[in-house]
């Protein structure tokens, strides 16, 4: 079960996440950053880091602090770490945009603010790291999806080291080891956060929610350690190795050329280990947040396909933001969104309905969402991502605007449903609220 124990602050890192993913589509619907301005320009830093920390690094933070505790059947090291860890992150994200915006001149001198920024959100990411990993450490040897979170906790380490070296960097206090880094290594950055804290973490849970929530048999073992291995080698090789090309100024060429090849054959890998687990459930009706995973794995596949085609034809550097944009959106924020979905309905349940079981009837977690409308905001979701991606590639900036006015009314619908569920406005009554239960709050759950 995902809720032995609520995670009190959960709702309110998804809250939260959510809230810095409907800022960040707005911005790209007037038309701030990318593609207006160039891809590394400080404004496209700004919508990159409120979607890449203030969305789905905290949205991934507030769900593994319900799961890992689950998936490893030990409590969270420290629950008291959790709130203080989403304070850090949001005053240290806040600094780092104001930093940013410091950086494109649209405000006025203050560059100290991205050390500032860059301490704050290491101290953040360390509670989260510490907290979780000593989580795992308590029940090891780690099993199955944990190895995964491990992995996408090493990741996210090697993400914050680097980015803290840049904000030291830019901010003139790097001295000239640094400023090699920062001259070259940015797609190592890139690499670590996208594809080992997120990616790695991701494809451990949903492994597992996959697993349960079509009630599938847990993928085996040996195959998934594979897929582990294959992605691991691809973040380490890009990581590393990038690092020891810089130092050598040899070019990043090779290095991320064979992480490339490390990355397709995981892809491929995660690719067979999510069909085994569509093939083997036993619930034959897909559920929605089941079936919209699987438009997140399909963005995920045109990403690789993607990749392929622009490397083949040397255009992969004059397209990286459409390649980012639809991994970020359509493989990343997809999945997210589509399992947040289900999350909510089930520990807003858990939370409501769990002391009453057995001695009330109650509702069904599936009678606390409508299915049917929300399904349409998932489908305009998807849809005005891939035309954000083809307009991307075909250099429409306006188009581009659009689709994401269309994004940005998306996630407002779907958010709409979240909070219904929260609000227990689909459930039926007489069942809604039986003697002696009480309705959850919408940020925090009673725990
Ligand atoms: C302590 C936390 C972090 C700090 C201080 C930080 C800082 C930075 C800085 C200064 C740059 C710009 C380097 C340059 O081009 O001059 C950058 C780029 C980038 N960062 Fe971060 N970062 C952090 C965390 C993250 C995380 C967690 C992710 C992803 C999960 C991420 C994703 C990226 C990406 C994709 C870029 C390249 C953006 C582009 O070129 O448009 N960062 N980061």
Not at 6 to 25: G, N, P, Q
Not at 56 to 83: H, I, T
Not at 188 to 208: D, E, F, K, P, Q
């Amino acid at each position: 079960m995902i809720g032995g124990t609520l995670s009190k602050w959960t709702m309110s890192y998804f809250a939260i996440a959510i809230t810095w993913l409907i800022a960040a589509e707005a911005l790209m619907a007037a038309g701030f950053g990318f593609p207006a301005a160039d891809v590394a320009a400080a404004d496209t830093l700004v919508i990159v880091h409120m979607v890449c920390i203030g969305w789905l690094s905290m949205a991934m933070c507030g769900a593994l602090f319900q799961f890992v505790p689950v998936l490893v059947g030990k409590p969270l090291f420290d629950e008291r770490w959790e709130l203080p860890a989403l304070v850090l992150l949001t005053a240290g994200l806040t600094a780092l945009l104001a930093g940013f915006l410091v950086l494109g001149g649209r405000l006025p001198a203050g560059l100290w603010l991205l050390p500032l920024a860059a301490t704050l959100l290491a101290a953040g990411f360390a509670l989260v790291v510490a907290d979780l990993g000593l989580t795992v450490w308590r029940a090891r040897p780690p099993v199955g999806p944990a190895h995964f979170v491990l992995a996408g906790l090493v990741s996210l380490c090697a993400t914050v080291a680097l980015g803290t070296g840049f904000a030291w960097s830019l901010s003139g206090h790097g001295g000239e080891e640094l400023g090699k880094v920062l001259a070259t290594g940015v797609p190592l950055h890139a690499i670590a956060g996208l594809g080992g804290w997120l990616t790695l973490t991701a494809m451990g849970v949903s492994y597992r929610l996959l697993s349960m929530f079509m009630l599938a048999p847990d993928v085996d073992g040996k195959k998934s350690r594979l897929t582990l291995a294959a992605g691991s080698a691809a973040i380490g090789v890009a990581v590393a190795g990038g690092l020891f090309a810089i130092e050598a100024e040899a070019g990043l060429g090779i290095v991320l050329a064979a992480a490339a090849a490390f990355g397709l054959a995981t892809f491929a890998l995660y690719g067979r280990d999510v069909a085994a687990l569509y093939r083997n459930r036993k619930r034959r009706q897909l559920e929605l947040n089941t079936k919209m995973a699987a438009y997140g794995f399909a963005s995920l596949a045109a990403a690789a396909l993607l990749g392929i085609a622009l490397v083949a034809t040397g255009s992969f550097a004059a397209h990286v933001g459409a390649f980012a944009f639809l991994v970020a959106f359509g493989w990343l924020s997809g999945l997210v969104l589509a399992k947040l979905y289900k999350i909510v309905a089930f520990l807003t349940w858990l939370e409501t309905y769990g002391p009453a079981m057995g001695r009330l009837p109650t509702p069904r977690v599936q009678d606390l969402v409508a299915e049917g409308r929300a399904s349409k905001w998932f489908a305009v979701y998807f849809v005005s991502v891939w035309g954000g991606t083809a307009s991307l590639l075909f250099g429409q900036a306006s188009v581009f605007r659009g689709a994401a006015a269309v994004m940005t009314l998306a996630t407002a619908g779907i958010v709409q449903e979240l909070i219904r569920t929260r609000r227990l406005a689909d459930v039926a009554e007489p069942l809604r609220l039986p003697n002696g239960t009480q309705p959850p709050c919408l940020l925090y759950s009673r725990t």
